[in-house]
């Protein structure tokens, strides 16, 4: 594989057809960004869903940080910070659901994994331009998540709600990134001690050694939840998870981690792919059973194939080894071939086992600008690396 090539390919997907797509269509002159969007670009809805804001509130600032200085790119996270800083925290310090467009709540504390996204793109905003009420918000958010994160009582976590006496993986992966960004900005030793904790439940717990898969639910105590639901796994996740660990782990230069994160995010790959019609299945039975405790387990989603698409170059950076590259390439022509709209940018975002698009609503009502961009940018920044050194050691 001729990585110039592909970096140039990359930056084009990026520059030429994602992010076009989004300043064309869904920047709000009121704040914030319209993600009830059709893939023409037609906006149905102004609500304002939190996670989808944030998250743009992430991209937008990370483009500025790590392709370009462009003002456009801070006027629009600016936009998106501005909405939801006025307007939207809620006095528990939590963040909520859904907005309007002017910023009044319509559902409040709904879902954990917004806060979790909220500290994520407050940490990036406060990068792109060093506004302490950001990095103030992101701490006040970090208190009220690690407070919900430590009650014997499962945190509200719509659309994934955790089931009675279990803990859900997605809770783990996602705050173990979000408190590493935090920490890596405020150096503070509770910020850090929390992000670690998360990472050691991913890296130890919900990873079985034994079934060689990283399972969704454990009960709360680490042991297993009886199958099915203690079986289901979803190979994007668990790919997409082991980029995360790798970037906490190799702050430390804890190479024993990075490698056993490698190896994860192969047997995932492995698991995970359609031999018969392509593509990543959203989830599947860690036993092989066909019913998967997972809705619309045999989709197959935009986001998944992102995750790995960065995932095989980060794990090739660290190894070095030719299936990262072989797999690379296989997730590439699957998603080229199957998810970008030329007619219009972006890409779709839901497809069937057999590859036809699906148009119902799966999980949120949302195309939301975040896993696309966030491949892109992160293989940018890889590819940058690997065209001019050799793999790490």
């Not at 309007?100 to 990036?124: C, H, M, P, Q, W």
């Not at 970008?340 to 699906?358: I, S, T």
Request: include cysteine; proline fraction near 6%; charged fraction near 20%.
């Amino acid at each position: 594989m001729d990585l110039r090539s592909l970096l140039a390919i990359c930056r084009n997907e990026l520059l030429q057809e994602i992010v076009p797509f989004w300043t064309k269509h869904a920047v709000d002159a009121d704040g914030g960004i319209n993600t009830c969007i059709r893939d023409d670009g037609t906006v149905v809805s102004r609500d304002r869903w939190g996670w989808s804001q944030w998250r743009a509130l992430w991209v937008f600032s990370k483009l500025y940080n790590s392709i370009e200085t462009r003002a456009e790119w801070l006027e629009i996270a600016h936009g998106v910070f501005q909405l939801m800083s006025s307007r939207g925290q809620l006095p528990s310090g939590h963040w909520p659901l859904l907005v309007t467009e002017n910023g009044t709540v319509k559902r409040g504390y709904e879902s954990l994994y917004t806060d979790g996204f909220a500290i994520y793109g407050l940490v990036e905003y406060w990068r792109a331009t060093g506004d302490d009420n950001a990095l103030a918000l992101a701490i006040d958010t970090f208190c009220a998540a690690q407070l919900a994160l430590s009650s014997e009582s499962p945190p509200p976590a719509w659309p994934y709600p955790v089931p009675p006496g279990c803990k859900a993986h997605a809770l783990s992966m996602l705050f173990s990134l979000a408190f590493f960004e935090l920490a890596t900005v405020t150096d503070d030793v509770e910020h850090r001690a929390a992000a670690i904790d998360h990472h050691d439940q991913v890296m130890n717990q919900f990873w079985r050694r034994d079934r060689n898969a990283l399972v969704e639910w454990l009960q709360r105590d680490g042991t297993e939840c009886p199958p099915p639901l203690g079986t289901a796994v979803c190979p994007g996740h668990s790919i997409e998870s082991m980029w995360f660990q790798i970037h906490i782990a190799r702050a430390s230069n804890d190479h024993q981690v990075i490698r056993k994160a490698v190896e994860v995010i192969r047997i995932h790959l492995e698991k995970g792919w359609d031999a018969q019609y392509g593509g990543l299945f959203l989830a599947i039975d860690a036993d092989g059973r066909d019913r998967v405790e997972w809705p619309h387990a045999d989709s197959k989603l935009w986001w998944p194939h992102t995750e790995a698409l960065y995932a095989t170059l980060l794990a090739y950076e660290y190894c070095g080894e030719n299936w990262c590259l072989e797999w690379h390439e296989r997730i590439h022509e699957y998603s080229f071939a199957h998810f970008p709209l030329r007619e219009h940018g972006e890409w779709r975002q839901k497809l069937d086992r057999f590859g036809q698009p699906v148009h119902d609503v799966l999980f949120l009502p949302v195309k939301d600008p975040f896993h696309l961009p966030r491949a892109m940018i992160l293989c940018i920044d890889v590819l940058s690396r690997l065209v001019n050194f050799k793999p790490l050691e």
